[in-house]
């Protein structure tokens, strides 16, 4: 069997022969691997800089996949804290962190889109109260679950969604998927009366917009919610204690720990259902499993999605 190994953390995997896995547990089950998306979090997890990381090596990556069962059957899996990852040919999962999927779904598709797109969808659905006619603020907007994020909030009923990023030139796109405004950070205060803010930056950009953004708000006893969710701009904001004192702020996170397995498995169905039918547009660009060191930091706006 063929899979992508990491030795290093510093260097990318490489493809090559790797021993057959086996499967140990009462849950567990040997799939087919047919496609496998090449994620933030895949990297994050497989260089150690990720909180869910093993910190072990070598390891096979990979954290999510469309796989084929023993009966024929397609799931999407996701995998726990492992050493055993997707990219491969085949690989272990626990069919209870698994959804069987229907009939004629694009694995590519489904493999792109899932991990991206279960960050907001997750999050408007078991992080915060979220209802049909609230305003939304996507921070990272121009990012691959930025973007997805733009069209789940105006999937779920959001009366008014700003997308906030740094280039205009890839802020533009976003109207034609949902986004009814669209600004730059030095314009943050334009989003001063949302409801939400699904945050994917993080670091000194989230916590520079929170005074003007906090200063400008028409009612400052209004609630906001503000959702961490990715950390591109750094791990840590230093966020002004004005901030919490001045406003109904709240800050909340959601991931892998906050949210439990079985509400994120949960979500999934309905997540591939609109990624199926066309309601999530998705760009997903297949590359063979063999040339993964070369696409392990490619610089591309298409989600890769790694096929054996």
Same mark, same amino acid.
């Given at each position: 069997?063929?899979?992508? !190994?990491?030795?290093?953390?510093?260097?990318?995997?490489?493809?090559?022969?790797?021993?057959?896995?086996?499967?140990?547990? +009462?849950?567990?089950?040997?799939?087919?691997?047919? *496609? &496998?998306?090449?994620?933030?979090?895949?990297?994050?997890?497989?260089?150690?800089?990720?909180?869910?990381?093993?910190?072990?090596?070598?390891?096979?990556?990979?954290?999510?996949?469309?796989?084929?069962?023993?009966? #024929?059957?397609?799931?999407?899996?996701?995998?726990?804290?492992?050493?055993?990852?997707?990219?491969?040919?085949? $690989?272990? %999962?626990?069919?209870?962190?698994? !959804?069987?999927?229907?009939?004629?779904?694009?694995?590519?598709?489904?493999?792109?889109?899932?991990?991206? #797109?279960?960050?907001? /969808?997750?999050?408007?659905?078991?992080?915060?109260?979220?209802?049909?006619?609230?305003?939304?603020?996507? %921070?990272?907007?121009?990012?691959?679950?930025?973007?997805?994020?733009?069209? !789940?909030?105006?999937?779920?009923?959001?009366?008014? !969604?700003?997308?906030?990023?740094? +280039?205009?030139?890839?802020?533009?796109?976003?109207?034609?998927?949902?986004?009814?405004?669209?600004?730059?950070?030095?314009?943050?205060?334009?989003? @001063?009366?949302?409801?939400?803010?699904?945050?994917?930056? /993080?670091?000194?950009?989230?916590?520079?917009?929170?005074?003007?953004?906090?200063?400008?708000?028409?009612?400052? $006893? &209004?609630?906001?919610?503000?959702?961490?969710?990715?950390?591109?701009?750094?791990?840590?904001?230093?966020?002004?204690?004005? @901030?919490?004192?001045?406003?109904?702020?709240?800050?909340?996170?959601?991931?892998?720990?906050?949210?439990? @397995?079985?509400? %994120?498995?949960?979500?999934?169905?309905?997540?591939?259902? *609109?990624?199926?039918?066309?309601?999530?547009?998705?760009?997903?660009?297949?590359?063979?499993?063999?040339?993964? $060191?070369? @696409? /392990?930091?490619?610089?591309?706006?298409?989600? %890769?999605?790694?096929?054996?």
């Amino acid at each position: 069997m063929h899979a992508a !190994v990491l030795s290093a953390f510093d260097t990318p995997p490489t493809y090559r022969d790797h021993p057959e896995p086996v499967a140990t547990g +009462d849950n567990e089950m040997v799939v087919d691997v047919l *496609a &496998a998306g090449l994620h933030h979090l895949t990297r994050a997890k497989a260089n150690g800089s990720h909180y869910s990381s093993t910190g072990t090596l070598p390891l096979v990556p990979g954290a999510d996949a469309v796989v084929r069962d023993p009966s #024929g059957r397609l799931r999407y899996a996701a995998l726990d804290d492992t050493t055993f990852g997707t990219f491969a040919e085949r $690989t272990v %999962i626990d069919i209870r962190r698994s !959804v069987v999927l229907p009939n004629g779904v694009d694995p590519v598709r489904i493999a792109a889109a899932m991990n991206p #797109g279960m960050s907001s /969808w997750v999050a408007l659905r078991r992080r915060v109260e979220f209802t049909a006619g609230q305003r939304v603020l996507v %921070i990272g907007a121009t990012g691959n679950a930025g973007r997805m994020a733009v069209q !789940v909030a105006k999937l779920f009923g959001a009366a008014h !969604v700003i997308a906030a990023g740094r +280039d205009t030139a890839r802020l533009a796109p976003l109207s034609a998927l949902g986004a009814d405004e669209t600004c730059t950070f030095d314009r943050i205060q334009v989003a @001063a009366d949302v409801d939400v803010v699904l945050d994917y930056v /993080w670091g000194e950009p989230a916590a520079t917009a929170m005074i003007p953004m906090l200063t400008a708000r028409a009612d400052r $006893t &209004a609630p906001l919610t503000w959702v961490q969710i990715g950390s591109m701009a750094g791990s840590t904001a230093p966020i002004p204690s004005v @901030a919490l004192r001045s406003a109904r702020l709240h800050i909340v996170g959601s991931g892998i720990g906050s949210v439990p @397995a079985r509400d %994120i498995i949960a979500e999934l169905p309905p997540l591939a259902a *609109a990624v199926t039918d066309g309601s999530i547009d998705v760009r997903a660009r297949a590359v063979p499993l063999a040339e993964i $060191t070369q @696409a /392990w930091n490619a610089d591309t706006d298409d989600r %890769i999605v790694l096929v054996p």
